[in-house]
């Protein structure tokens, strides 16, 4: 029974959205090997690889209102302060805004940064470019919710990319959010900007890793040392 006990605690759990894909997958590699075994082969390490893609680990998010953690596990690839898009509504003045880029390696499973109800969702059509570049911001697909936090409005900014074409959201307006709930994701390989509201101090570098629901990203210059963790 240990062993067993193990094996299933070794297993990363597949999120729902991805089992259609997953069956996808398996059954063409089947039919394709029909043809021709070794595109069997070929198929079931796709089939595979999409397992892997549609994973979603449980993390351990530290929980206290003076912090915002990553809502995205890839590579910080902006840090700065930018004029946030008018579908946000939070206003035209600059704010701190930190971007994270997910290859098709990375989980793609997106979360909370901060706790408090989603004030508003807002889809934007849009081109398809290399999520990477920063007019991906402006121009490509996305879709936006604000969150009302304890510190004020947070904008997260789920932005399609060259090969990522559905953005998918689980929550609505008015849902309440903890720090490091699941809120979406972006199927294969995309990006996410977080907006923070005034006094926010950011605590990662651009070309750093990040991982969903427990990266520190930003804080509060008066912050409070002391913080709980909360796993999901």
């Known amino acids: 029974m240990d062993m067993i006990a193990s094996i299933r605690n070794a297993l ?7 089992t259609p894909f997953i069956a996808g997958f398996f059954v063409a590699a089947v039919l394709l090997g029909l043809l021709w075994e ?3 082969w070929a198929g079931l390490v796709l089939t595979l ?12 998010t530290p929980v206290s209102d003076h912090l915002a953690v ?3 596990d890839g590579r910080v690839s902006l840090v ?6 008018t579908e946000l509504g939070l206003g035209d003045e600059p704010l701190l805004r930190i971007s994270i880029f ?3 390696f990375d989980c793609h499973v997106n979360r909370a940064p901060v706790r408090g109800r989603i004030a508003r969702i807002a889809y934007k059509e849009g081109q398809f470019k290399n999520a990477e570049l920063d007019k991906a911001s402006e121009v490509n697909e996305r879709s936006s919710l604000v ?7 947070v904008g997260v900014v789920q932005i399609a990319g060259a090969i990522a074409r559905r953005i998918i959201v689980f929550s609505q307006t008015g849902d309440h959010l903890e720090a490091g709930e699941r809120f979406g994701l972006i199927r294969f390989g ?3 900007d977080i907006y923070l509201p005034d006094g926010a101090v950011a605590r990662v570098a651009e070309g750093q890793t990040a991982v969903a629901g427990e990266t520190v990203i930003a804080d509060y210059a008066e912050r409070s040392h002391g913080w709980s963790w909360r796993k999901d």
């Open 102 to 104: 997910m290859n098709v």
């Open 49 to 60: 690889w999409c397992a892997y893609f549609f994973r979603d680990p449980a993390r351990v």
């Open 12 to 18: 990363v759990p597949i999120h729902r959205a991805g």
């Open 70 to 72: 990553s809502p995205a």
């Open 190 to 192: 995309s990006r996410l």
């Open 80 to 85: 700065g302060h930018v004029v946030p898009p």
């Open 38 to 40: 070794p595109l069997f």
């Open 147 to 153: 969150i009302d936090s304890p510190r004020g409005e």
